[in-house]
């Protein structure tokens, strides 16, 4: 019999990017959801979705309120997504049997240390976003389910908006642009993590329980937002001008991490994966958006 997996928050990047990898993993039966077929933010929701569903081995939660600045202003709605919803769903990892997998973010930490931060440092998160996260993180890692927590970075994807994309349409609009040189971390293509997750699900399933752990995945290598700006520009051939200026130079309601390079080495250590480096992730995503005539 197939194992069963569930992807909440299906309609985003990254659930979008494991939709796309489900067909290669033909040993699972997938099934995607986003809000439209389940609101996670709603017990009742929940328990009847679970009760009319066949028994699922995994759920992959992709869904959260990924808006960093509006967080600021928009703290219960965030908190509700991010934190309350989490909280429900180890509820139900409980009383259901479903290994659960959680993505968390790099904005955990205040971003004020000089090396990589691994697992065991101590997050110290300085945004609304970064809190609730937190918070999501704390409520899976000291439960008595069987879960994961794997923080990423600078996620990007063909699929829905970002960094990346909007670079490429703001490179063909302006003569030049301003992008930050003082906040350095590791752009992660969400294919890549897709496949990731979707690798590591094997030794997952024989994990007895409880069982809870917490984990770092981005692409490797390192750069700054000035940097990867001017690998997509170049890479794609755009005649823009890009001057690095100070995060100070560009005010933002929530505050971002100067340094958030996370340290891949308990993943690879753990199940045996090897991770691509960020400019050949990047190279790959970008032709893949050319070929799809966006």
Known sequence: MKSRILVTGANGQLGSELRELSAKYTDYEFTFTDVAELDITSIDSLNAYFQSQPKFDFLINCAAYTAVDAAESNQELAFKLNTTAVDMLVEMAGKYGFFLIQIS????????????????????????????????????????????????????????????????KYGTERDELNVVFDQVGTPTYAADLA?????????????????????????????????????????????????PIRSEQYPTPAKRPAFSVLDKSKIKTKFGITIPYWTDSLDVMLKKLKEKGE
Not at 223 to 237: A, K
Request: glycine share 4%; aromatic share 14%.
């Open 195 to 243: 496949d990731a997750i979707l690798q590591i699900l094997p030794q997952l399933q024989a994990m007895s329980k409880p069982y809870t752990d917490l984990f770092h995945y981005t692409n490797e290598g390192v750069c700054s937002w000035y940097d990867f700006t001017q690998h997509i520009l170049r890479h794609e051939n755009i005649n823009c001008r890009v001057n």
């Open 105 to 168: 973010t790099d904005y955990v930490f205040d971003g004020e240390k000089n090396r990589p931060y691994d697992e065991e440092d101590v997050p110290i998160p300085s945004s609304i976003y970064g809190k609730t996260k937190n918070d999501a993180e704390r409520l899976i890692l000291y439960s008595d389910i069987r879960a994961i927590v794997i923080r990423t970075a600078w996620l990007y994807s063909t699929y829905g908006k970002n960094f990346v994309k909007s670079m490429i």
